[in-house]
C-alpha cells in the first residue's frame, strides 16, 4: 500500500519536475510579450514548489534512513550528498544577447562578467534613470481601500492571540 502511494504520488514528483522543465524551457525560448513573462515566472514558481516537494521527499527518505543505518559514513550518505551537490549546479544559463549556454567555462564567464559590470562602481545610474526604470516594471499598486485595511490599529485581541 505505502509502495503503492509513494509511487503513484510522490514518485510522480520527478516526472512533473522535467515535464515542468521541458515547459519553463520552451517558455524562455518564446518569451516577446509581458504575457509571455508571466506566464515564464508562473512556470519558474510551479517548478520551484516542485523541487521542494523532491527536496523533502528526499529528506524524509534520508532522516528515515539515517534512523535505520545510523550516522556511518555508509555508500547511501555518499550518494545523497553526490544528488545534492548534482541538484545545486547550473547547467546552463542564457549570456547577455540571451543566447543560452552549457559550456562550464562559458557560465564561469558569463557569471564573472555580470558581478563585475555590478561592482565596478562606474555605473552612473541617477535617481531619475532608475525611477523611470521602476516605472517601466510591473509594480502592482495599492488601492485606498487597501491602504485604509493595513493602517487599521491592532486591537488588544490580536496581540493576545499572537503572543499566546
Known amino acids: 500500500m505505502a509502495l ?37 515566472r508562473v512556470c519558474r514558481e510551479e517548478l520551484e514548489e516542485l523541487l521542494d516537494r523532491e527536496e523533502l521527499m528526499w529528506a524524509q527518505k534520508a532522516r528515515t534512513n539515517w534512523f535505520l543505518d545510523g550516522d556511518r559514513n555508509t555508500r547511501y550518505f555518499q550518494t545523497v550528498a553526490r544528488q545534492r551537490r548534482s541538484k545545486n549546479r547550473i547547467i546552463q544559463i542564457k549570456d547577455d544577447e540571451g543566447n543560452l549556454t552549457n559550456n562550464a567555462e562559458e557560465i564561469e564567464n558569463i557569471f564573472l562578467a555580470s558581478f563585475e559590470r555590478s561592482f ?13 526604470e521602476l516605472h517601466g516594471l510591473p509594480i502592482p499598486i495599492l488601492t485606498k481601500n487597501q491602504l485604509q485595511l493595513l493602517n487599521i490599529g491592532i486591537s488588544n485581541l490580536e496581540n493576545e492571540e499572537a503572543v499566546f
Open 4 to 40: 503503492e502511494w509513494n509511487r503513484n504520488v510522490f514518485g510522480r514528483v520527478e516526472v512533473e519536475i522535467r515535464r515542468k522543465q521541458n515547459q519553463l524551457q520552451h517558455l524562455q525560448d518564446s518569451i516577446v510579450t509581458n504575457d509571455d513573462v508571466r506566464r515564464e
Open 120 to 132: 565596478r562602481g562606474n555605473n552612473s545610474l541617477s535617481v531619475e534613470n532608475i525611477i523611470q
